[in-house]
């Protein structure tokens, strides 16, 4: 027993010198990179501020998917199921479509922490975009060196793409990060030959099923392209093949069996608290084969890389990579993006220089296979979003740091230096844009965006509206009933037993409507929520046929004039009429 005693005794200072020893080195290390490590600090603290600055109210309001993924959050944190009354779904219902389950279940976590509110839902989108900083930059190390990963981390850091994307809550948000990771621990497998590195990619290969709906189209077909080269190549074994797929069927077991119910092979089923149901009845909807058509990807390119219809992603102004524009002739382009050509024929030409020459294993050509998966879906959606090929802009700022790096060992410093002066100086201009109220001015209300809505909703709780019927003017907004039942906060319970369809237009929630009448009943004691047609407002009419919208605006205007003729008594708030009879 005094023998335990002793060797008890010892172990304690020989663990406190491990960590004396360990404190040591790191200290060491920052002393021997200083210069790195401030970088790193500066890069880190430009992220946190310009992610986590105004994050609840820029821009003011939530997305429509916001919506429903906080919907989702909520009613999980506090009742354990969906909007839905379903328990712990693999995958959700969203507006007739469906919304992927990564971002939600880590969206619950911090709400069971913090309370859920948009801080909690939206400071996830943060999480991920560190995950995305922090990989990103370590699989750029170790494909291409140092001066590379300090490139791309600058890049991740400062543009616009990257800095708006990660201040919103997007199920799509979780996909980049996630496809990164893995990519990191393949390029690990690869250098080290280590098992470890081989059930960590298929950890995150499964993972990554979960994050979003393209990541089911384009990650088997990168680790596909990526698998046969490296065996080719002779990089990897068939056994830790099998470890990567091994690990990565396990973990995507549920997802698998909720496709199997989706497909109608299986029905749905619960195990415990967890469900299998079929919850994205419409979202294959958007993916039809558009055939090989060879303006389809030059067109989808120029969009990836200058901006879209969303200007919550990136505006006409900025862009996703900014946008400084250069004319040739009829045609404009912009700086960023001759740099990106610039850096692909680079690593393509590098690529085929190392597989030729020396006869080995290309980093270059992986990231061309990973180009090629990320991009190649433009032949299967009907349009194209940033939003939806977020998981391509990994490449595109690793083309940049690559570009650089090179043209760093060929001492092009002053050409170097002009461009970072340029970018910082955008960035510069951006930040002030952003966050001086020049942006929310500009775009105060965009499209898929309701804060108006929303924010009467959150007043029709009160006791003095309980003996009214409520009318909601869904005029050219997209789901008025889903935004309407998250802003009252009704529980899933009752959503379940009382609401036949969140997403219909013409939903009905004990004395809320979404929809005006034809007919106005001057006895009847009601609110009528109508929005102003004539107010500088984006309304959302992408999936609207012109004469649905033409005839909604007349039952609109109708009633507005009816009512006027009543002389009902209204307030104007934001860009709603709202009516009040008896």
Known sequence: MEKTKTETKEEKPAFSQRVKTVWKSFLGSVKEHKWLYLYF????????????????????????????????????????TDRYGVSMPIYFNNAGSGQSSLYVYLAVLVSKILGYSVFSLRVVSVFFGAILLIFGTKAAYEMFGLKCSLITAAVIDIMPLFLMSERWAFDCNAMLPMLVMFLYFYVKLIKTQKMRYAVASGITFGITMYSYILAVMMLPVFVIFAVIYSLIMKKITIKQIGAMFFSGFVVSVPILLFLFVVVGVIPSFNIGPVSFTNASAGRAAEITWQGFRFDLLPKALYTLTSYDQYDFMADDKYGVFYQNILHFFEHKISVSQILLIAGFLAMLGFGIFSIIKRKGFSFEILMVFYMIAMIYPVYFLEQVAIYRYNAAYFSFALLLGYLFAKLWDYKRYVLCGFFALLYLYNFGSYTYYLFSGNFSEENKSLAYFDYDLLELCETFDDEEYKDYQIYVDYTATYNAGLITLYG?????????????????????????????????????????????????TTFYTTNIQQIELYKTLIITNKAKKVLMELDTPYDIVNNYYVFKLN
């Not at 009704?490 to 369809?501: G, L, R």
Request: proline letters at 3%; charged letters at 20%; glycine letters at 6%.
């Open 41 to 80: 600090t500066i890069i880190g603290i430009i992220f946190l501020l310009t992610r986590l600055i105004q994050i609840t109210v820029l821009p003011k309001g939530l997305h429509i998917d916001e919506v429903s993924m906080g919907y989702n959050t909520w009613a999980l944190t506090y009742f354990g």
């Open 488 to 536: 009252l906060r009704v529980e899933p319970q009752v959503v379940a037993s009382e609401v036949e369809d969140v997403d219909s237009k013409m939903m009905t929630y004990g004395n809320i409507h979404i929809g005006i009448p034809d007919v106005i009943d001057a006895n009847q004691k009601s609110i009528f929520v109508i929005r102003d047609i004539n107010s500088e």
